[in-house]
């Protein structure tokens, strides 16, 4: 995906660009380049390379990932090498995440709290997008 | 050159408000220097008081008066609140920097424990520091453990920071309540009353609000209950009061005079008028 502004902006809090933002991009971007598909394929296809992305993006491995979403090693290689802008972006939105719950709370917040509510974070916007139950 | 006013002279075409200020001022001159000094000599207040008798100013004299008198009070009144919220931040002060402490020596444990790895006698060791160093402030009264998920037990406020985040909110409020009466004592009269010192006491007064407010700690600690009762990881059932819940949902609202704190204060001061 391209954007008129930069992972760094994103961190930063100059730029806000959300979870749902980034979802919806990716959507958007998925639609344009495979558009033959049918709709539910479409759907299927989007939450694999987001499942992809996001573990890939909060560190987990190639292999890691397979074990955890059972996607083939190949297709899960392609969406990593083909999605490196997206993956990155991703990181700039969870670390804003990490940075503003330490703006907010003027550095008090200690380290495990703030991983404690990011991960909540993630899982409160998963649940929105309908990924996770 | 040192040119003298003739008060004597001048009180007969003066306002009533001007003869009020002067008598004020003077009053308030007595007040400040224990009696040492006046502004006022005895014939010159005599003068300003038989100009008020002529022109049958007194009664409104009489009101004005009772309204100076009431704004000492009140102004009395405005330095305790700012000792008690003062003295409510202080403590509040107390158990955050507390928990800051012991939080980072904890955070340099943990970093301590990576580096040496991830041995039994390691992990060992430390959770017998840890549980050595114990808190007994928290910003959480149940313990969380690392990796805890957003499905283990909600998260329960420090009893500590909740009840002095309550108290140190109701010490501004009252704060706040006493300055808008001042308000109200100056709408009335159409004046100000109180002299350069009480002016200044008012001044700090109204600057302890605006940081409690905005530089202080209670609004970064609120925040870290904002985040978890927003991601409804918060157990608001646990929480001592309601009025703890509504400061975290959001302080600016609470942070402020109701309709029902005004008129309150706007009653005392009628009140406090008609007795006197």
């Not at chain 1, 987990?60 to 090693?73: A, D, N, Y």
């Not at chain 1, 940075?99 to 509510?117: C, D, R, W």
């Not at chain 2, 499905?151 to 109701?170: C, N």
């Amino acid at each position: 995906m391209e954007w008129e502004f930069t992972t760094s902006q994103v961190m930063n809090g100059e730029v806000e660009y959300s979870l749902d933002d980034f979802y919806r991009d990716l959507e958007n971007e998925l639609d344009f380049n495979i558009d033959k598909y049918e709709i539910k394929e479409k759907a299927n296809v989007l939450i694999l390379f987001y499942a992809v992305i996001y573990l890939t993006a909060t560190g987990r491995e190639v292999e890691k990932v397979h074990e955890l979403t059972e996607i083939p090693i190949d297709l899960i290689e392609y969406v990593v090498e083909n999605c490196q802008e997206n993956i990155e972006m991703l990181k700039a939105i969870i670390q804003r995440r990490f940075l503003y719950n330490i703006e907010t709370s003027k550095g008090l917040l200690p380290n495990h709290l703030n991983t404690l509510f990011v991960n909540a974070y993630l899982r409160q916007c998963h649940q929105k997008l309908n990924l996770i139950q | 050159m040192k040119k003298l006013l003739n008060i004597k002279k001048m009180a007969k075409d003066m306002s009533l408000k001007d003869k009020a200020r002067l008598l004020f001022a003077d009053h308030t001159r007595e007040f400040e220097t224990q009696g040492k000094e006046r502004l006022l000599t005895p014939e010159e207040e005599d003068a300003i008081t038989e100009s008020c008798q002529k022109k049958e100013q007194i009664p409104e004299l009489n009101r004005l008066n009772s309204m100076y008198n009431l704004s000492g009070r009140v102004v009395r009144d405005v330095r305790a609140r700012m000792l008690h919220l003062e003295l409510a931040m202080s403590r509040l002060d107390t158990v955050v920097t507390y928990i800051h402490k012991h939080d980072e020596g904890e955070e340099k444990l943990r970093h301590l424990t990576y580096k040496l790895g991830t041995t039994d006698s390691v992990q060992k060791l430390y959770q017998e520091i840890s549980n050595q160093s114990q808190s007994s402030f928290n910003w959480y009264s149940n313990k969380i453990e690392d990796g805890a998920s957003s499905d283990s037990k909600k998260l329960v406020p420090d009893p500590h920071v909740q009840r002095l985040s309550v108290e140190a909110l109701d010490a501004s409020r009252m704060l706040r309540r006493v300055l808008h009466m001042m308000e109200c004592i100056e709408q009335k009269g159409d004046m100000k009353f109180v002299g350069e010192m009480d002016e200044e006491i008012m001044q700090e007064a109204h600057k302890l609000l605006i940081r409690f407010s905005q530089e202080y700690y209670l609004v970064p600690v609120l925040n870290i209950y904002k985040e978890a009762l927003d991601l409804d990881l918060l157990d608001t059932e646990q929480c001592q009061s309601s009025l703890f819940l509504e400061m975290v949902a959001d302080f600016q609202k609470v942070n402020t005079l109701t309709d029902e704190d005004r008129e309150d204060a706007e009653n005392m001061v009628n009140q406090c008028l008609k007795d006197h």
